[in-house]
């Protein structure tokens, strides 16, 4: 289950809004949680985010990853011709690598490591949710692909419901055939609007 799919860092936000800056406060107005959150939550965050581009503070995670990493290292490899790895999409199919947090295995951080003899730095590790898993270099990827984001499926399916007007494509044919649903949409809108005033109407008059 990824990280990103549940209510977890929401709620890790509101632990740390709750306990490290209003405690004092246990139900402030608006405007001082505006206040507190723009004063105080937002420039402690940006301080700590220039911590970690200098090199100067990590996240939890990266000391348990690089204990993870150095582990791997150490064990000896018997099977790797009976697993599949693809360093390039950082991948293995053994079950090690599927069952670490981390994403990492010693058949993949060997074979890294065989081209790459030290622990890769934290400035150029990059976790991402698509391949490959695991991303070194200077350069900045997106986390994740923009085809695989499920916030794209999310505006498809609602596109697709009949409440929203279809989109116009570029052919003519298809054009035409959105704008004839588009005029059906409201010919039924104005159906259901009728009933609903003679509805309306008869109400009236029993009021009356
Ligand atoms: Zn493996």
Redesign the pocket.
Known sequence: MPIARTTMIVESHWRVLKHNYKYNYNRPRLDHLNHIITGRLIPDMLNTWQLYKNNRAYPSWWKAFKTDWRKCLEKDIERLES?H?DIDKWI???P??INNPYLV????VQTYAASNPDIPPYKTTIRRHDYPFIHFGEDNPLRIHSINTPWNHIQQSSSNEPETIPEVSGESESSGSSIRARFGTIESRKAVLATDKKIFELLNSILE
């Open positions: 697993y790895v293995c199919s053994c090690a690598f295995c010693k058949h993949l």
